[in-house]
Each structure stands twice: as C-alpha cells, then as structure tokens.
C-alpha cells in the first residue's frame, strides 16, 4: 500500500513532466527551506518607476500560486489560470487534475506572503523579476503548520494595461 506522501510524490512528478511548472512541486511538497537565495533586502525594489505594475504583479501571482485551500481548490487553480498567459495557462490546465488530486487527498493547504521581491529585468513590455515566498502549509497528516521558503524566477509580459505571467522557474 502506497502511503499518502507516496501518492503526492507521484502526482508532483507528473506534474513536472507535464510542464514547466515546477514551482508546484516546491509549494505542494513544502518548498525548499533554503533562504540563501532570499532577496530579503531587496523587497520592492524595481529599476523604475514604470516597472512597478510588473513587480505588483508578480507578487499577487506568486501568493495566488502558493495560497491555496483544499475545500477551494477550484478557485485556486482559476485564479493561478487567471494572472497567465494562455500558452501558460494551457500548461497549468494539463496538470489541474494532478494538482486538485494532490491538494485534496491530504487535505492540504497553505498560507504565504512575500518576503522579497525584485525586478531582474524590464521593458515596456516585459519583465524578469524574482520573488521570495514564506509559507505556511497544513496537511491532514500534520496540521502544524510547517514553514518553507520558496524562490520564484517570473517572466512576465504586458497584455495592453495587465501583466501576466508567461513562464514560471523555482530557484
């Protein structure tokens, strides 16, 4: 009989295969505990004025793609679909099924804010920035909540007054 970690562990390597998004498989599984690359001391920090909706944007995604309840966990995945691109939103829709599966089976959820946050690159219409996550997540195996740092490297792309996520790396 497969323990319930198992069973995670198989639907997050799915969902790394599937796509690029192996950012799920950091927050699903509790993240990395590695703060070495934490921007801590670079929070808001954007290279000029007229990078700052990317920034803000950036942040809201990684709290949507890392914030998620079982007892919601449709509304979660909409509204990770919602702050993307739709080639990226495509690939985050092949692995829902895997993601609904892995959240719900152990009653999983998580709680985060962003600690850091830093724009690596901009254009008018394009942006790399980074953000550093701490969250909180509770499962119906330990409902202590466990913290973890995760480290998100975001490309970003202007869709006339919005920016969306287009590509998504954990680091």
Aim: proline share 4%; charged share 15%.
């Amino acid at each position: 009989m497969f323990s319930s970690r198992t069973r995670l562990l198989g639907a997050i390597a799915s969902v790394v295969v599937v796509s690029a998004i192996t950012v799920v498989a950091c927050l699903t599984l509790g993240g990395s505990t590695d703060s070495s690359h934490s921007t801590h001391s670079s929070i808001d920090r954007a290279p000029s004025p007229g990078a700052a909706p990317a920034l803000a944007a950036a942040k809201a995604f990684a709290i949507a793609l890392t914030t998620y309840d079982y007892t919601t966990v449709d509304d979660y995945l909409a509204g990770v679909a919602r702050l993307t691109t739709a080639p990226y939103a495509g690939q985050f829709a092949s692995s829902q099924a895997t993601l609904r599966s892995a959240i719900t089976l152990d009653e999983r959820t998580s709680a985060s804010t962003v600690t850091g946050a830093q724009i690596l690159s901009a254009t008018p219409t394009s942006a790399e920035v980074k953000v550093t996550i701490e969250a909180k997540y509770t499962s119906s195996e330990d409902s202590t909540p466990q913290p973890s740092t995760q480290v998100y490297d975001l490309t970003l792309v202007r869709r006339g007054t919005t920016w969306l996520v287009s590509d998504v790396a954990s680091s």
